[in-house]
């Protein structure tokens, strides 16, 4: 049987097909296109952006700026692939400074949609105008319109049904795409975005606005005024922004959110930084709330590396980590970790169950507090319709401002702290919960959380200090493993000793634990011994040495803890809180949950009717 050789010769393909396969990577759907056209509009200098979007911006995309325009003979270039402005020799992409540089996007969008540009450069008397239908590009001729350039996008896809089949409903889309402009408003402090979706406005953005004027109307006031400020500088390198306190953590990364040099960024170095910089101030499986802009010489970072630009190189990312870490760690630490009492009065507000104004909040019944932060996090975005008005003109005071409830101040820092003598009389409840009056209010304790975070500051001090004291047994318990779990543990052996857990191989499948730090309260080596297994899983080859040992020291101070349900008498339970005070960081246990719930005077005024 003879094979037929492929005889087919190599030829160089037309430029419309090699701009649609540009496209199928660049412009995935309206979103993608109103990300690379407002991308252009902050380039060209835009102060103001306005977004017009129909039909989810699958009928039309329209993106209008008063930037510095283009001259009519670059503008017979603007559709053409690979031509660009801001580029022009190789070494120019060292130092990338702008956030388009490719000259992919307007080609990849022109051989999918019916495009029109339109520009008028500032002094000059009339404008010009190109059109692109699927890649059949006219020549420019003379227009008139303000100065500034508008990109006029319509039936996106009309020529490549797949890929419009692939679209999802509009609501969707928008959405999508409504995400990337709030995304794009953020990082641009300075300019003024307007969004309409079939001519209804929906977000709106003044130029003079700070970031935290933007976060208040892209979310709400109650997070806005939570936020604290960061600021950090190494040589070149600033880190500044925004982060929320961990009881603003969500169970998504959708409002967290970094900006390079005003482009916005999902980069694995940077997530990870954040996350390990509220490592045990946060409950596992939520992230921290944070809009952190890092501004850096352009030749230290690679942004060459995807088609999207939307990941980057860290030209020394060890330099870069360290320096992040280290100073979101020291703002996480003097963040206010105990969950107010507002937040538990506004969820209330928000499911219906209780209203500033109605008969008694004895009249409802309470739901488990548990569900509170869950709840919070899965309500749906809600997509504001406001009254179109000019793109230049100032909105009524309440245009994208959250509802009155969300307008409530946030409970206040603890001045009176230096004033708290921690003494009873305390009111346990179930055995569990210590409630005790403070010179503003009240809180209520989680006696284990609380007892779990202090055991945990005792054994890291112990460990520090080279005098971590371990229990040894009269005879080893052995524990029965697999064959992977053995291996494992025999290539960390030094440093489980290292945090008191002295255990030896004894067989194939078979270790043996010999001791456990004296600090543990009836330990359970089987149980201990999950627990290393667990984080020499997760974290072997990945972190170094000190995280392994903090995750380590995490399961340990959960069993050598007071429990839910052991009985505390006053003099104990003061000792509890003054040992607790003296760590400085005694708001959450090991693992991220909450030691106390706060409640100010101002939030008992509130849910009694007296304001």
Same mark, same amino acid.
């Given at each position: 049987m003879t094979t037929k050789r492929n005889t087919a010769r190599i030829v160089e393909?037309? &430029?419309?097909v090699r701009n649609q396969i540009a496209a199928g990577e660049v412009i995935e759907r309206p979103a993608s296109a109103v990300k690379e056209l407002v991308e252009n509009a902050l380039d060209a200098g835009a102060g103001h952006i306005h977004i017009e979007l129909e039909a989810g911006g699958t009928k039309l995309i329209r993106v209008t700026d008063d930037g510095q325009g283009i001259a009519r003979e670059d503008l017979e270039l603007c559709f053409r692939s690979h031509a660009t402005s801001k580029l022009r020799d190789a070494s120019d992409l060292e130092h990338i400074a702008s956030l388009g540089f490719r000259g992919e996007a307007l080609a990849s969008i022109g051989s999918v949609a019916r495009c029109k540009i339109f520009s008028r450069q500032p002094g000059e008397e009339i404008g010009w105008q190109? &059109?692109?239908e699927?890649? $059949?590009?006219?020549?420019? $001729?003379?227009?008139?319109g303000a100065h500034g350039t508008s990109v006029e996008v319509r039936d996106l896809f009309f020529n490549t049904p797949a890929r419009r089949r692939f679209l999802k409903q509009d609501s969707t889309e928008l959405t999508r795409s409504l995400e990337w402009i709030q995304r794009m408003a953020l990082a641009n402090p300075g300019v003024g975005f307007v969004a309409t979706h079939n001519k209804k406005r929906l977000y709106d953005i003044e130029p003079e606005m700070d970031l935290r004027g933007r976060v208040r109307r892209t979310f709400s006031a109650e997070l806005a005024d939570s936020l604290l400020p960061v600021h950090a500088e190494e040589g070149d390198t600033v880190l500044s922004g925004l982060v929320a306190p961990p009881a603003f953590a969500q169970r998504t990364t959708a409002k967290q959110m970094w900006f390079l040099n005003g482009r916005f960024l999902r980069d694995r170095v940077l997530i990870r930084c954040l996350s390990d910089a509220f490592h045990g101030l946060i409950d596992g499986? $939520?992230?921290p709330v944070a809009f952190l802009t890092l501004a850096m010489n352009p030749a230290q970072v690679d942004v060459n590396v995807h088609p999207t630009k939307s990941e980057v190189r860290f030209r020394d990312s060890r330099r870069?980590?360290?320096?992040?870490?280290?100073?979101? $760690?020291?703002?996480?630490?003097?963040t206010d970790a105990s969950t107010p009492g507002d937040h538990m009065l506004n969820a209330l507000e928000r499911r219906g169950e209780w209203r500033a104004g109605e008969p008694s909040?004895?009249?409802?019944?309470?739901?488990d507090p548990s569900r509170f932060a869950r709840e919070r996090d899965q309500e749906p975005l809600v997509v504001r319709e406001l009254p179109v008005t000019n793109p230049g003109s100032t909105p009524a005071a309440s245009s994208g401002v959250p509802t009155p409830i969300d307008d409530l101040p946030p409970s206040e820092p603890s001045p009176w702290a230096a004033r708290d003598e921690r003494k009873g009389p305390f009111l346990v409840v179930d055995q569990t919960y210590i409630l005790r009056t403070l010179p503003d209010g009240f809180e209520i304790v989680d006696q284990h959380a609380l007892h779990e975070r202090l055991t945990f500051e005792g054994l890291k001090a112990d460990l520090a200090s080279g005098q971590l004291e371990v229990q040894h047994f009269l005879m080893p318990e052995l524990i029965e493993v697999d064959r992977a779990e053995v291996t494992l543990v025999s290539k960390h052996l030094e440093l489980l000793a290292e945090v008191g857990i002295e255990v030896s191989v004894f067989g194939e499948t078979t270790l043996a634990v010999q001791g456990l730090p004296a600090r543990f309260r009836n330990p359970k080596a089987e149980e201990v011994l999950s627990g290393a297994l667990h984080s020499l899983r997760t974290r !072997?080859?990945?972190? !170094?040495?000190?995280?392994?040992?903090?995750?380590?020291l995490h399961s340990?101070?959960?069993?050598?803890?007071?429990?839910?349900? !052991?009985?505390?008498?006053?003099?104990?339970?003061e000792s509890l809180l003054e040992r607790a005070a003296a760590t400085g960081n005694d708001q959450t246990c090991p693992h991220g949950r909450p030691t106390r719930v706060r409640f100010s005077n101002s939030d008992l005024e509130r849910a009694f009717h007296r304001k």
């Amino acid at each position: 049987m003879t094979t037929k050789r492929n005889t087919a010769r190599i030829v160089e393909l037309p &430029e419309l097909v090699r701009n649609q396969i540009a496209a199928g990577e660049v412009i995935e759907r309206p979103a993608s296109a109103v990300k690379e056209l407002v991308e252009n509009a902050l380039d060209a200098g835009a102060g103001h952006i306005h977004i017009e979007l129909e039909a989810g911006g699958t009928k039309l995309i329209r993106v209008t700026d008063d930037g510095q325009g283009i001259a009519r003979e670059d503008l017979e270039l603007c559709f053409r692939s690979h031509a660009t402005s801001k580029l022009r020799d190789a070494s120019d992409l060292e130092h990338i400074a702008s956030l388009g540089f490719r000259g992919e996007a307007l080609a990849s969008i022109g051989s999918v949609a019916r495009c029109k540009i339109f520009s008028r450069q500032p002094g000059e008397e009339i404008g010009w105008q190109i &059109e692109n239908e699927g890649g $059949r590009i006219t020549e420019a $001729r003379e227009a008139g319109g303000a100065h500034g350039t508008s990109v006029e996008v319509r039936d996106l896809f009309f020529n490549t049904p797949a890929r419009r089949r692939f679209l999802k409903q509009d609501s969707t889309e928008l959405t999508r795409s409504l995400e990337w402009i709030q995304r794009m408003a953020l990082a641009n402090p300075g300019v003024g975005f307007v969004a309409t979706h079939n001519k209804k406005r929906l977000y709106d953005i003044e130029p003079e606005m700070d970031l935290r004027g933007r976060v208040r109307r892209t979310f709400s006031a109650e997070l806005a005024d939570s936020l604290l400020p960061v600021h950090a500088e190494e040589g070149d390198t600033v880190l500044s922004g925004l982060v929320a306190p961990p009881a603003f953590a969500q169970r998504t990364t959708a409002k967290q959110m970094w900006f390079l040099n005003g482009r916005f960024l999902r980069d694995r170095v940077l997530i990870r930084c954040l996350s390990d910089a509220f490592h045990g101030l946060i409950d596992g499986g $939520r992230h921290p709330v944070a809009f952190l802009t890092l501004a850096m010489n352009p030749a230290q970072v690679d942004v060459n590396v995807h088609p999207t630009k939307s990941e980057v190189r860290f030209r020394d990312s060890r330099r870069v980590f360290g320096f992040l870490r280290k100073a979101l $760690r020291e703002i996480a630490l003097s963040t206010d970790a105990s969950t107010p009492g507002d937040h538990m009065l506004n969820a209330l507000e928000r499911r219906g169950e209780w209203r500033a104004g109605e008969p008694s909040l004895a009249q409802h019944e309470l739901p488990d507090p548990s569900r509170f932060a869950r709840e919070r996090d899965q309500e749906p975005l809600v997509v504001r319709e406001l009254p179109v008005t000019n793109p230049g003109s100032t909105p009524a005071a309440s245009s994208g401002v959250p509802t009155p409830i969300d307008d409530l101040p946030p409970s206040e820092p603890s001045p009176w702290a230096a004033r708290d003598e921690r003494k009873g009389p305390f009111l346990v409840v179930d055995q569990t919960y210590i409630l005790r009056t403070l010179p503003d209010g009240f809180e209520i304790v989680d006696q284990h959380a609380l007892h779990e975070r202090l055991t945990f500051e005792g054994l890291k001090a112990d460990l520090a200090s080279g005098q971590l004291e371990v229990q040894h047994f009269l005879m080893p318990e052995l524990i029965e493993v697999d064959r992977a779990e053995v291996t494992l543990v025999s290539k960390h052996l030094e440093l489980l000793a290292e945090v008191g857990i002295e255990v030896s191989v004894f067989g194939e499948t078979t270790l043996a634990v010999q001791g456990l730090p004296a600090r543990f309260r009836n330990p359970k080596a089987e149980e201990v011994l999950s627990g290393a297994l667990h984080s020499l899983r997760t974290r !072997d080859g990945k972190l !170094d040495k000190l995280d392994l040992l903090e995750d380590v020291l995490h399961s340990a101070a959960c069993r050598s803890s007071v429990m839910a349900g !052991d009985e505390l008498d006053d003099s104990e339970i003061e000792s509890l809180l003054e040992r607790a005070a003296a760590t400085g960081n005694d708001q959450t246990c090991p693992h991220g949950r909450p030691t106390r719930v706060r409640f100010s005077n101002s939030d008992l005024e509130r849910a009694f009717h007296r304001k």
